[in-house]
């Protein structure tokens, strides 16, 4: 068992795949949870928890349910690429209803940031997490903007922010670019609890990845402060994935994989950097 926050936690996206895994560990813990989605709540509400409907664009609402929280764990939004303006009202102006709660309550705010605010990085390379933002899409874009939102309300407010890079967080890798990126739900949940229960957090970053042999990426993060290191990891799916690659250069180049071919226009070859 893991202590108790002193106060309600707000969980928004609670009812996607991450949010109900969370929702899951939170609850055996013992913890008390506010959940929160546009869609209902798949599963039985746990003991300690209560689940409001909410839009994201609706501020007046978001303000009402942090009302007492001390932490905010975001993961409500558009989760995939899509078109600009679906991602607009989830993603941008959702996450600025997120923070100015955050800050009137004087709460943390915990936000799945994603591998595809850096998608644009070559797998060649090895990147802190104070690298160059290098978003493959509008929804890379809307995560690199949520970060920056946690700096802005950091230094201007005080708000603490953990800015969770999440690679792939899925029950299972399944292809070879995930025997890299897999974060596992147990890993994730785990982090969570370390980015509430940590007593100074500031504005930092970690990257969600778990304990996988081919995570040569990513380094340089806020994982020791936090007390957190992954203990599952992807290596035992090597075998079997290993050889799950696509055949487009863009996708395989990238650390960001697919979502960088998407809707791509540029003549080849891909570019090695900004001046290339
Ligand atoms: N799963 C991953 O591998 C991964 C990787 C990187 C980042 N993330 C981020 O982690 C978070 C959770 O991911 P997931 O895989 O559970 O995604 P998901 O799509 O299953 O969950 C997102 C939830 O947000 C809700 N939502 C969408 N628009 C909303 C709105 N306007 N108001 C309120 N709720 C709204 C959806 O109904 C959904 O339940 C997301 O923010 C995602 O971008 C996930």
């Given at each position: 068992?893991?202590d108790?926050p002193?106060?309600?936690?707000?969980?928004?996206g609670?009812s996607?795949n991450?949010g109900r895994?969370?929702?899951?560990?939170?609850?055996?813990?013992?913890?008390t949870l506010?959940?929160t989605?546009?869609?209902?709540?798949?599963?039985?509400v746990?003991?300690g928890?209560?689940?409001?409907k909410?839009?994201?664009?609706?501020g007046v609402?978001?303000?009402r349910?942090?009302?007492?929280c001390?932490?905010i764990?975001h993961?409500?939004?558009?989760?995939v690429e899509?078109?600009?303006?679906?991602?607009?009202?989830?993603?941008i102006?959702?996450?600025?209803?997120?923070?100015e709660?955050?800050?009137?309550?004087?709460?943390r705010v915990i936000f799945?940031?994603?591998?595809?605010?850096i998608?644009?990085?070559?797998?060649?390379?090895?990147?802190?997490?104070d690298t160059?933002?290098q978003?493959?899409?509008?929804?890379?874009?809307?995560?690199a903007?949520g970060?920056?939102m946690?700096?802005l309300?950091?230094?201007?407010?005080?708000v603490?922010?953990?800015?969770?890079?999440?690679?792939?967080?899925?029950?299972?890798p399944?292809n070879a670019?995930?025997?890299a990126?897999?974060?596992?739900y147990p890993d994730?949940?785990?982090?969570?609890?370390?980015?509430?229960?940590t007593?100074?957090?500031g504005?930092?970053v970690?990257?969600?990845?778990?304990?996988?042999?081919r995570?040569?990426?990513?380094?340089?993060d806020?994982?020791a402060?936090?007390?957190?290191?992954p203990?599952?990891?992807a290596?035992p799916?090597?075998?079997?994935?290993g050889g799950?690659?696509?055949?487009d250069?863009?996708?395989?180049?990238?650390m960001?994989?697919?979502?960088?071919?998407?809707?791509?226009?540029?003549?080849a070859?891909?570019?090695?950097?900004?001046?290339?």
């Open positions: 068992m893991t108790h002193a106060k309600p936690v707000l969980l928004t609670a996607g991450l895994a969370l929702t899951k560990f939170l609850a055996a813990e013992g913890w506010r959940l989605d546009i869609v209902p709540f798949p599963d039985p746990p003991v928890a209560a689940f409001t909410a839009d994201l664009n609706d609402t978001i303000l349910l942090a009302e007492g001390g932490a764990v993961l409500g939004g558009v989760s899509q078109p600009f303006e679906e991602i607009l009202g989830p993603n102006r959702g996450l600025f209803h997120i923070y709660a955050a800050r009137r309550e004087g709460a799945a940031s994603s591998n595809h605010s998608g644009f990085h070559e797998r060649t390379e090895t990147i802190g997490a160059q933002f978003p493959d899409g509008f929804y890379g874009l809307s995560k903007y970060e920056l946690g700096r309300y950091w230094f201007k407010h005080g603490e922010s953990v800015l969770i890079r999440i690679g792939s967080c899925f029950p299972e399944t670019r995930m025997l990126t897999w974060l596992s994730f949940s785990r982090l969570v609890v370390r980015c509430i229960l007593e100074k957090v504005c930092c970690v990257w969600g990845a778990s304990n996988n042999k995570m040569t990426w990513w380094r340089s806020a994982r402060t936090l007390g957190w290191a203990q599952d990891s290596d799916f090597a075998g079997q994935l799950k690659v696509s055949d250069p863009v996708e395989e180049r990238y960001g994989g697919v979502f960088c071919s998407m809707g791509w226009s540029r003549s070859p891909a570019p090695a950097g900004l001046f290339d």
